[in-house]
Every structure is written in structure tokens, then in C-alpha cells.
């Protein structure tokens, strides 16, 4: 029993719990193990295949229980998860030997998840130009600047101070930077939606024209505070400081050690922040350099948003136009591709078949021209000297007698009088005042049988199983009908010219909704 569940445990090897990302049916894996993540979370210690089978959204869960336990039986496999004998259950000896397990992660699969909920966060953040940052790296550095001030700086302090100005800014870099990506993102009209982008614009651009007003006021004081900092030289001072305090805590042999790698770590920490705000070296400042590109931004969208208004409007610009297809001539690769783009460009095909009648057609039947005969082997045409001379026209004759259309307008008059009268009958037929059986309808005309047909097709059009009463409305608005089951069983019938209508017997309402209820108003 032990070999069996340390077999089933499955040790991990490598990165063997990644697996279930580059395989078939990698949805349904990540699915799976998103259910144990969040089980896990609501301090669930292990799940049967059942648990995982109901936490499953139902467009990807498998139709039987078998098609999870193999997808749990891979994770076990690659070492996301842990099997143990479900002995919980277990009644009889027959059912101690009948395969079933529990599952639960394993830590090599828990990391993995770990791994992948911080890349698709990572992947999914947006960012943001954090003007606060910018007066909290101002506090920050005026806080260090009042510590020189003193002979032996509080290590305490120092790295508190230290500790706050480096998270800040840290924080402040990777927002930026995301942010700025992002941005392309939106910029970029692969997938701009343009209802949200021109929504969206207005306040983008009052966003980063409020963000660089704070960097040029905020980071020339920044850049100042540095400098005092520096040339006070006891910058240094501060960060041996709290390197100090960091290496407090190493083992005695590895004190000495401890506190150079500290110290290195936040020398390179306050060189990365100098040169955020500092032009060194030939090379200009980061924040310089976001300004800019922060900048270059906001014609970037005003680029977009006319680009957009000129792809509404239908708008071309003919001289872009011929450039692209003057470039798509230098791309080709022969004389052959120039002619066929040429054809397609200015539809000048070849045109063979300037005439068409009985005599021609019959020529072309009994000996076919392939479409890809050069006009230097194909029949000659013959023109008219005529045609050639005049070209075509119309020989004109006397104009038509206006006609005399009274009676068929009359006619026609009375016949839409007609259908109107009919259809109103058939309406007033089948009107009830109140809900009764079909088989109590009785007898209709053909056309209030017609009526009646539509109507009970659009109930019926609504009726879904388990439905005991619909409403259903004609398509013109004009009629409504209550349709109601009934449990006794009975049939109705309902007699025509043409014969006789059957169905199972329901209850029906039929309202004119062209007419003020005047008498239902008095029955309620």
C-alpha cells in the first residue's frame, strides 16, 4: 500500500509540473488545478473527482466522471497533485480494492499555480504614472538630507528612510514602465475600439499632461536633492548605515561579508535613482526620457483619432494610395507580376467579346475560346464602319399612350377593402372575453382559421419545456393570446371548411389590443 500511494504520488521532475500547458486539452488542466487553487482557499485539504467534476464551468466540464479522474490521473502523473486511497467510503473489502482517490496539490504544483497567477497579472497590468510617488521621493530625500546633519546617523532611521525611498521608486519605475506599454497598446489601431477610444482620449491626454507638469517641477527637485546629497559627501555615510543594519542579523564569521553585499546592493540602488533623474555620462535621465516619450504620446492619439474620423467618414487619400501600389510594383519579382497588378490595380483586363448575339453565341458553343487565349491568337472582330464612325444609338420611335389606370386602381381599392373587412371579422371572431377551452371555439372560416394559426404559432414559438402558460403578441402588435396547459388529457377539435383541426385541449385568451378594454375594465 505504501509503494501504491507514493507511485500515485508522483515526485516531480524538472519542470514537470508545467507540462500541462503544452499538451492537449491544456484548458482543462489549468481549470482543474484553478479548482484545487481555490479549494485550497477555502481551507479544503483535498477534493474526490466528483468535487473537481462540479467545480468545473460547464462549457468545458467533461459529460461523465471518467474524463476528470484521467485528467487528474496526468496532474498526479506530472506532479501537480497528490493521490491518496479514498478509504472514507469504504464498506465492504471489495470496495478497498476498487480504485479510489483523493486529491490534493502537491507543493511543486502549488508553486507552479503561484507562478502562474503572478505572470498573468504581470501580463494583464495596465500601470500607472503615480504623480504621488514623485512627493513621496521628494519626503523621502529630505528626510536622508536632515540625517547628514548628524555625526553618526540612527541606522534605524537611515534604512527606514532608505527602505521607503527605494520601494517608492521602485514602485514608481515599474508603473511607468507598464504604463508606457500599454499605452502603445491603446495608441495602436490593430484592436482599438473606437466608440471606447475616442471616450477614452480626452482624458488620457489630461492624464499625462497633469503627470508631466508634476515630472518637470517635481523632478528638477529631485534631481537638486540628489546633487545636495552627493556633494555633502555623506551619502555614503547613510548607506554604509544601513547596510549595517541589514547585516545585523548574519551569522558572526559572515558579518564582515553581509555588510559589503548590503552595502553594494544599495549603492547600486542610489546610482539606478540618480541616473532616473540625473543626465551622467553622455547619457540623458530616465525621467527625461519619459517626459518625452509622454509627449510623443499625445500626437500619437490625436494621429489616431484623425485617422479614425477620416476612416468614418470613407475619406482616401490618393497620394498614400499610389505610393503603397508604387511600392507593391518595386516588391514584385518579374514582368508577369507587374502585368497582373497592373490589371487588377486599373481593371484594365483584356476585353475580347465586344458583341454578343444569337450568332456569336452559337459560334462560341460549338468551338469554345479558353479564357487564356493571348488576343494575338484569338478570331479577329469584325465592326461595323457604322459603329466605328457613330458608335451606338437608339433609333427613337413615338412615345406610348398614356393609359388609363382608373379601374384597375378601383379595383384594387376593393379588394384591400375587402381583405380589411375580412381580417376585422376574423379578429371579432376569435376574440374572447375571457379564457376558455379550444374545443369550445367551435367552427371557423377559413379565414379566421388562418388568423387563429398564426396566432397559436407565435405561443407556441415561445413555449419552452417545463412551461405551463405563455403571452405571446402577433406580429403586427394587433392581438395577443394567453395559451395555458390543461392536465386532464382531453383532445379539442375545431371544425373548418377543410376539415378538422385536432390537438391536446388547452386553455386560450385571445385580446384585441387595437380595441380599449372597456368591458374588461368593468369585469375587474
Known amino acids: 500500500m505504501t509503494a501504491t500511494t507514493a507511485e500515485l504520488a508522483g515526485e516531480p521532475h524538472g519542470f514537470s509540473p508545467f507540462t500541462h500547458l503544452t499538451v492537449q486539452n491544456s484548458a482543462l488542466y489549468r481549470l482543474v488545478m484553478r479548482a484545487f487553487v481555490v479549494a485550497k482557499q477555502h481551507f479544503a485539504v483535498h477534493l474526490r473527482p466528483e468535487d473537481v467534476h462540479a467545480a468545473l464551468p460547464g462549457e468545458v466540464r467533461p459529460s461523465d466522471l471518467d474524463g476528470v479522474v484521467k485528467a487528474l490521473d496526468k496532474l ?11 478509504t472514507g467510503r469504504v464498506t465492504a473489502v471489495e470496495d478497498f480494492y476498487r480504485k479510489r482517490f483523493i486529491y490534493q496539490l502537491t507543493q511543486a504544483g502549488e508553486a507552479a499555480e503561484e507562478a502562474l497567477a503572478t505572470y498573468d497579472e504581470a501580463l494583464g497590468r495596465r500601470g500607472a504614472l503615480q504623480a504621488i510617488a514623485l512627493h513621496d521621493i521628494v519626503t523621502q530625500l529630505r528626510t536622508l538630507l536632515v540625517l547628514t546633519a548628524d555625526e553618526q546617523p540612527d541606522p534605524g532611521k537611515t534604512h527606514l528612510a532608505l527602505d521607503a525611498l527605494a520601494s517608492r521608486f521602485a514602485a514608481l519605475a515599474d508603473n511607468a514602465r507598464a504604463f508606457m506599454g500599454s499605452l502603445q497598446r491603446t495608441i495602436d489601431l490593430h484592436e482599438v475600439e473606437e466608440a471606447v477610444f475616442l471616450a477614452y482620449k480626452d482624458r488620457l491626454i489630461q492624464y499625462l499632461e497633469r503627470f508631466i507638469q508634476d515630472l518637470i517641477t517635481l523632478g528638477g527637485r529631485i534631481a537638486q536633492l540628489i546633487l545636495e546629497l552627493e556633494e555633502s559627501g555623506r551619502i555614503g555615510l547613510l548607506l554604509r548605515a544601513a547596510a549595517g543594519r541589514e547585516a545585523v542579523d548574519a551569522a558572526p564569521e559572515e558579518a564582515e561579508h553581509a555588510a559589503q553585499e548590503a552595502y553594494a546592493h544599495w549603492a547600486g540602488r542610489w546610482d539606478g535613482l540618480a541616473a532616473w533623474f540625473l543626465t551622467r555620462n553622455g547619457r540623458e535621465s530616465q525621467a527625461r526620457l519619459l517626459r518625452g516619450r509622454a509627449l510623443g504620446a499625445i500626437p500619437q492619439m490625436l494621429a489616431v483619432v484623425r485617422a479614425l474620423g477620416e476612416r468614418r467618414a470613407g475619406r482616401s487619400d490618393r497620394s498614400a494610395d499610389f505610393r503603397t501600389l508604387a511600392r507593391w510594383f518595386a516588391e514584385t519579382s518579374d514582368d508577369a507580376s507587374r502585368h497582373r497588378l497592373w490589371r487588377a490595380a486599373f481593371g484594365l483586363y483584356p476585353a475580347r467579346h465586344l458583341t454578343i448575339d444569337a450568332d456569336t453565341l452559337a459560334a462560341r458553343a460549338a468551338a469554345p475560346v479558353p479564357a487564356a487565349t493571348p488576343w494575338s491568337a484569338a478570331e479577329p472582330l469584325r465592326i461595323s464602319p457604322q459603329l466605328r464612325r457613330t458608335g451606338s444609338y437608339e433609333r427613337r420611335g413615338k412615345p406610348r399612350k398614356v393609359e388609363d389606370r382608373r379601374e384597375r386602381r378601383r379595383h384594387l381599392a376593393e379588394v384591400a377593402a375587402k381583405q380589411v373587412a375580412e381580417t376585422a371579422a376574423a379578429r371579432a371572431r376569435l376574440v374572447t372575453d375571457r379564457a376558455v377551452r379550444l374545443s369550445e371555439l367551435g367552427e371557423l372560416d377559413p379565414t379566421s382559421f388562418g388568423l387563429f394559426l398564426q396566432l ?17 403578441t402577433s406580429n403586427d402588435g394587433s392581438m395577443e393570446i394567453r395559451l395555458s396547459a390543461l392536465t386532464d388529457g382531453s383532445t379539442a377539435e375545431i371544425r373548418t371548411p377543410s376539415g378538422t383541426f385536432r390537438g391536446p385541449d388547452h386553455l386560450i385568451e385571445i385580446v ?13
Open 76 to 86: 498526479v502523473e506530472w506532479g501537480n497533485l497528490r493521490a491518496d486511497p479514498d
Open 512 to 524: 384585441d389590443l387595437t380595441e380599449s378594454p372597456t368591458h374588461g375594465a368593468s369585469d375587474r
Open 456 to 472: 397559436l404559432g407565435d405561443a407556441l414559438a415561445t413555449w419552452r419545456p417545463g412551461m405551463r402558460h405563455t403571452v405571446a
